[in-house]
């Protein structure tokens, strides 16, 4: 099975995706984790990535495409979860040929729907562990008192540079003005399905489940 995770920064696409990775043996393909090892490179191409995620805009659809590409070669286990992939029409254009090449099909496109209001607070409480990528919220799911993971047990907790209003602002356009046509894209082609991404974690485990066993 493979799917799509569709919604606007903070929906809660990369929680779901770790979820769905532990109980379906999915592959996770995060073309925002990917890009954030990319940066970490060294080379010219690893510092203008940097540059764009910081400031919130996309990164050029060429080089997502390729990086998607690389990772579709490897083992398909129960299937792959696009989280933050496709973001455009071209995008999403791309994926419906490598998909083709391999003989595989898109089964269902969730869109998780959060409003705008919620998604402020949930990017400026973020945090992650920097060893295995758990994601925490000041709030909604705090690091334990101890201090470690309850994942890898790892001690170290990061905050991302994307991860603040000004930044949030231009994500937030990008998304209403290059990825929100997806919705009407995936819509027509029957493949969209809509949970309210709004709802408690595990209830939103629950939607997701429901869309993927119906
Ligand atoms: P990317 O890393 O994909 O970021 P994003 O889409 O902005 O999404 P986020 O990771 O911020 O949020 P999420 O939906 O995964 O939410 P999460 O589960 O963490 O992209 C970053 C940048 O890379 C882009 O801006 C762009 O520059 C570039 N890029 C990436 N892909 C690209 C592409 N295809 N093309 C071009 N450029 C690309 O949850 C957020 C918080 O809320 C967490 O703290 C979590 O604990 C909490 N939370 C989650 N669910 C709930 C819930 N149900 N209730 C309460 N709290 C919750």
Not at 65 to 92: M, N, S, V, Y
Not at 181 to 201: E, N, Q, T
Request: hydrophobic fraction near 40%.
């Amino acid at each position: 099975m493979n799917i799509i995770l569709l919604g606007p920064p903070g929906a809660g696409k990369g929680t779901q995706a770790r979820k769905l990775v532990e109980d379906r043996d999915m592959i996770q393909l995060s073309t925002g984790d990917m890009l954030r090892e990319a940066r970490t490179s060294g080379t010219e191409m690893g510092q203008i990535v940097a540059e764009v995620m910081d400031s919130g805009k996309l990164v050029t659809d060429e080089i997502v495409i390729g990086l998607i590409r690389e990772k579709l070669e490897g083992d398909k286990k129960g299937g792959f979860i696009f989280d933050g992939f496709p973001r455009t029409l071209a995008q999403a254009d791309a994926l419906e040929e490598l998909l083709a090449e391999m003989d595989e099909t898109l089964d269902a496109v969730i869109e998780l729907r959060v409003q705008d209001e919620a998604l402020v607070a949930r990017i400026v409480g973020r945090s992650t562990c920097g060893n295995c990528g758990e994601v925490y919220h000041d709030l909604t799911k705090p690091i334990p008192a101890d201090g470690e993971c309850t994942v890898c047990g790892g001690t170290e907790f990061k905050r991302r540079a994307d991860d603040n209003e000004e930044s949030l602002k231009t994500r937030l356009m990008e998304y209403y003005k290059q990825t929100s046509p997806l919705l009407g894209y995936y819509h027509v082609k029957g493949a969209l399905r809509s949970v309210d991404g709004l709802a408690d974690m595990r209830d939103v485990e629950a939607a997701i489940a429901e869309v993927l066993d119906a």
